[in-house]
């Protein structure tokens, strides 16, 4: 049987934040249709980087929930008060975390995707043994051994979850890469494929605007995408 043709993120980009994010949910619907997927499977996380809070509250209006922020300090700028207005959101980190960070996103974000180390797990768990309700966890994996990029290593993903599990007990629940922005990316996203299966991890945070139907065909349960919704990003604050 001939595999499916890929499916591509639409050419023609509407105006609106409300129009765009449409069509991100269409072209995901079809890239897990044609991955033999419910859509339902894949998680759309808006990314807010470098965008003002009213560009997060037409997203919003338009039923988006969750979001995405690269950066502490904008994140703690941004949410508050939009989750105050609505409840229901929920804010994932998916950008790096300084350990004297670690009580700034208690009780503002509720995944972080960015565990790379030792010496956060262990700012994490000083964190809960103070009585601080943890975000869900993800490992991040940085499957191109980039030395400019965080994350472990893929061959070192296996001890650190041993140690997170057993030692630390933080309940990691899934993996996320950002591939090599010169590389194919498929190739990134079936090495973190096999890292999730092998360890029984079932969340995978992979693929952005550029190529979440891609990561959405090698099992992407979580997309993170934000030019292709809010438009291209202005310089980022200072």
Known sequence: MAEPA????????????????????????????????????????????????????????????????????????????????????????????????????????????????????VALVKARDKGARLPALLLQVNTGREPQKAGVAPEAVDAFLVRCRDEWSLPVSGLMCIPPADEPPALHFALLREIARRNGLERLSMGMSGDYPTAIRFGATMVRVGSAIFGARSAPPA
Request: avoid cysteine; aromatic fraction near 4%.
């Open 6 to 121: 890929p499916v591509h993120a639409a050419d023609d980009v509407p105006d609106s934040i409300a129009a765009r994010l449409a069509a991100v949910r269409r072209t995901i619907a079809e890239a897990a249709r044609a991955a033999g997927r419910d859509p339902a499977s894949v998680e759309l996380v808006a990314v807010g980087k470098t965008y003002g809070a009213e560009n997060m509250i037409e997203a919003i209006r338009g039923g988006q929930r969750v979001f995405g922020e690269n950066r502490v300090q904008e994140a703690a700028a941004k949410w508050p008060d939009l989750k105050a207005r609505w409840p229901d959101i929920r804010l994932h980190l998916i950008g790096p975390l300084q350990t004297n960070k670690v009580k700034d996103v208690i009780g503002l974000v509720d995944v972080l995707q960015t565990l790379d180390r030792e010496s956060l797990a």
